[in-house]
């Protein structure tokens, strides 16, 4: 209810605008507007303030000419720094009074409330629609740029929900650009989730990787669905194409290895008939994390 906010002498309508320009490096008044949910002519004053006060510096947009494109100044990246520290500051000392086990718990929360809080908006924008189909399509083979998003998607999520960094996003990517030129043989499978052309979730299942263990295992692997995406049931669709797929492929039963404190993926994996099968302690993925593995049986395809 204060004034100003994260130590800085701004109010909070500036502050949200500095951090949202310095993330994407740079927005025109426009997308401000969509982003901060405020009228334009608020966001035009505050903007104006903040030129003035030389945080921010107004050039030409690369995709329209009638726009300015709005970055930060120096003083404007000084000033970001100093509500960065103070975020940190602020959320670090809150941390440290809970036990260290349950910092990710804290974090799939606010995550999960989130994507709820998303999900409201673009359902009251959207309006009504009666026997409309879902804005989101879910096809299956390989798409151009599917790696890249699928390593965007994974690496961003887990840095926040486990602080996983290079180690993490090098094996994902690593793992999935073995995995695709494999996709000619029927045991394995990936699915993306399509808002358009737009990559926004992937799954798949690779028939192939666990066989030196025991023949007829499926590996169900980067299950990812966009920040902000998740909460509408987009994931349990990705699922359902993915535990479909290997129960008409016969396999005896599908395993995925995941890690403790993903609460809202544990739900989807149970609910899919997914169980817990072991976990233990590894870092193998830059951090110390809790691993966990759930097995799920082959099930038998209902007849039509």
């Given at each position: 209810?204060?004034?100003?906010?994260?130590?800085?002498?701004?109010?909070?309508?500036?502050?949200?605008?500095?951090?949202?320009?310095?993330?994407?490096?740079?927005?025109?008044?426009?997308?401000?507007?969509?982003?901060?949910?405020?009228?334009?002519?608020?966001?035009?004053?505050?903007?104006?303030?903040?030129?003035?006060?030389?945080?921010?510096?107004?050039?030409?947009?690369?995709?329209?000419?009638?726009?300015?494109?709005?970055?930060?100044?120096?003083?404007?990246?000084?000033?970001?720094?100093?509500?960065?520290?103070?975020?940190?500051?602020?959320?670090?000392?809150?941390?440290?009074?809970?036990?260290?086990?349950?910092?990710?718990?804290?974090?799939?929360?606010?995550?999960?409330?989130?994507?709820?809080?998303?999900?409201?908006?673009?359902?009251?924008?959207?309006?009504?629609?009666?026997?409309?189909?879902?804005?989101?399509?879910?096809?299956?083979?390989?798409?151009?740029?599917?790696?890249?998003?699928?390593?965007?998607?994974?690496?961003?999520?887990?840095?926040?929900?486990?602080?996983?960094?290079?180690?993490?996003?090098?094996?994902?990517?690593?793992?999935?650009?073995?995995?695709?030129?494999?996709?000619?043989?029927?045991?394995?499978?990936?699915?993306?989730?399509?808002?358009?052309?737009?990559?926004?979730?992937?799954?798949?299942?690779?028939?192939?990787?666990?066989?030196?263990?025991?023949?007829?295992?499926?590996?169900?692997?980067?299950f990812i669905v966009?920040?902000g995406r998740r909460?509408?049931?987009?994931?349990?669709?990705?699922?359902?194409?993915a535990v479909a797929?290997?129960?008409?492929?016969?396999?005896?039963?599908?395993?995925?290895?995941?890690?403790?404190?993903?609460?809202?993926?544990?739900?989807?994996?149970?609910?899919?008939?997914?169980?817990?099968?072991?976990?233990?302690?590894?870092?193998?993925?830059?951090?110390?994390?809790?691993?966990?593995?759930?097995?799920?049986?082959?099930?038998?395809?209902?007849?039509?």
């Amino acid at each position: 209810m204060k004034a100003t906010l994260a130590g800085t002498e701004l109010p909070a309508s500036a502050v949200h605008t500095l951090i949202e320009i310095g993330d994407r490096g740079g927005l025109t008044a426009t997308e401000l507007c969509e982003r901060l949910n405020l009228e334009k002519s608020s966001v035009s004053r505050m903007l104006r303030k903040l030129i003035d006060a030389g945080e921010l510096a107004e050039g030409n947009s690369d995709t329209d000419g009638r726009a300015k494109r709005l970055t930060l100044t120096a003083q404007g990246r000084r000033t970001l720094a100093t509500i960065d520290s103070f975020a940190r500051e602020q959320v670090g000392g809150a941390l440290a009074c809970l036990p260290a086990a349950d910092h990710a718990m804290v974090v799939q929360g606010l995550r999960l409330y989130a994507d709820a809080l998303h999900a409201r908006r673009a359902a009251k924008t959207a309006g009504p629609q009666t026997g409309a189909a879902p804005a989101i399509r879910i096809e299956q083979g390989y798409r151009p740029g599917l790696i890249g998003r699928a390593v965007e998607m994974h690496a961003r999520f887990y840095a926040r929900a486990h602080g996983f960094g290079a180690v993490f996003e090098s094996k994902v990517a690593a793992g999935l650009a073995e995995f695709l030129p494999r996709l000619d043989r029927p045991c394995n499978a990936v699915w993306t989730a399509l808002d358009g052309d737009r990559i926004v979730g992937t799954i798949a299942i690779d028939g192939e990787d666990l066989s030196s263990q025991a023949p007829g295992i499926a590996h169900l692997r980067w299950f990812i669905v966009e920040d902000g995406r998740r909460g509408g049931g987009l994931g349990r669709r990705l699922l359902d194409e993915a535990v479909a797929f290997t129960d008409r492929s016969g396999f005896a039963e599908t395993r995925l290895w995941t890690f403790r404190g993903l609460d809202a993926a544990r739900r989807l994996y149970e609910a899919a008939g997914f169980a817990l099968a072991a976990e233990s302690p590894g870092s193998q993925w830059g951090s110390e994390v809790v691993e966990q593995s759930f097995v799920r049986p082959f099930v038998r395809p209902r007849r039509s």
